[in-house]
Each structure stands twice: as structure tokens, then as C-alpha cells.
């Protein structure tokens, strides 16, 4: 099957898709449980950061490493150009742009001043459909500005 065999619906409801992964994948990393992203790749799924090296495979390893994150994280993570190309019937690629805005030691309640982001880059990601369903197989953190986390010494009170 090509891409000129997919009916524009189709097209446009795989894209969709593969779109709320990246959406959803960083509102639980930021909003939600971050456990449960392991939830949105394939049973092989991989999180690979090529600048050091570090490959995270399987949903078990995902839910482990994401589900160990500091309990006192604050993270914000802003999404744009988020472009998916379909490859029918059951894969696609995508490239996002993100900031990540990170501190730990925030204290739930309380205001922290802006900063510069933590890291700055694009995110290459592969999706496969199984079972009808669009999951992440493969996602790759490439990082154009990085830096530690920073770790809050003071707790800000809201004015």
C-alpha cells in the first residue's frame, strides 16, 4: 500500500494520531503520572538519547525509569512543528520541537521564577498501528542546548 492508496480521511486520522501521542506523552510526563507514558509505545517500544548514549526498551523499563523521576520535579514541556509523515498502512515518522522547562525541589503550591529551559531540541519519533491502535516504537531525543536540572535551594512563596 502507498500513500496515494489512503483514503484522505485516513490520512488525516493517522496523523491525528500519531499528533496526540507526542501531545499526550508530555502531559502525563508534565501533568499526569509519568509512569504511564510507557503505556502509549509498542511492548518493544525505545527511548534513545544519542548524546550520551543512554536506550531505554520495553514498557517495563519505560515504566520504571519514568515512574522513578523525582516526586519534587516541576517540568513543562512545550511542543511545536510537530510534523508526521505516514508510511501506509500501519507506520509513520514524526519530528517535534520542545523546550523543556525543569526544576527539582519545587514544593506544590509555590511560584517559581522564570528561567531559560533546560533543554532545547527535536524529538524524531517512528509509530506503528498493532491492533488498530497508533503507538510509539522508537523515540529519539536530539538535543540542540542542554543543562542540568536545576535544583531549587529555596522554596518561592506565590505573591
Known sequence: MTLHDLDLMELLLAERACERLVLELVQRLDLGEPGTVCDL??????????????????????????????????SRRMCTNILVTVDPPDTAAATTYFATYRVDGHTEGTLVPPRAPANVGHYEDTFRRVDGRWLIANRRLHLAFGGPTERLDVPVRPS
Open 41 to 74: 509505545f509498542t511492548a518493544d517500544g525505545v527511548w534513545e538519547w544519542p548524546y550520551d548514549g543512554r536506550r531505554i526498551v520495553g514498557r517495563e523499563a519505560l515504566r520504571a525509569y519514568f515512574g522513578s523521576r523525582p516526586v519534587d520535579r516541576l
